[in-house]
């Protein structure tokens, strides 16, 4: 079961939580051992299909946790890539700084539109934050019942 969770974090400190996500997962899972595993499974004279059935599925179903692990990180680093350029600023939900639209303006182009690509960015990387926020929480609490 994959669960969505969220948290508040210094703009600094996401470059070392990406980090730690990916190296978690690398640390976890080996795809390449898997697929090693699978391809020593086809070299036997006895082929086994359930066992490389169940290899196969396995080794897909890492590289989609990765998969979904990368796309989240990659959201995460142009956030903070636009921070970096001054091109998003949470006080204004990622609108850029140099907006000067007048208040009521924005109002009406908020009705008349749908979402910006910054609010899809804001939305994604809340999305991923909370994800990641989950993961450490979730890594905190086993390393807690391990060392009790």
Do not use: W
């Amino acid at each position: 079961m994959r669960i969505q969770y969220s948290f508040t974090s210094d703009l600094g400190d996401l470059a070392d939580k990406v980090k730690f996500q990916l190296e978690y997962f690398l640390n976890k899972f080996s795809v390449d051992d898997s697929l090693k595993g699978a391809i020593q499974n086809l070299e036997k004279e006895s082929l086994n299909y359930s066992t490389f059935f169940n290899e196969v599925e396995k080794i897909r179903d890492q590289i989609f946790k990765l998969d979904l692990l990368l796309k989240e990180s990659k959201e995460i680093m142009v956030v903070c890539q636009k921070a970096e350029l001054g091109e998003y600023d949470q006080g204004t939900n990622g609108a850029p700084l140099a907006d000067a639209t007048p208040p009521e303006e924005k109002i009406e182009k908020k009705v008349k539109k749908k979402s910006t690509p910054e609010q899809r960015d804001i939305t994604e990387l809340k999305a991923a934050m909370g994800q990641i926020n989950h993961m450490a929480t979730a890594l905190k609490d086993l390393k807690r019942k391990g060392n009790e």
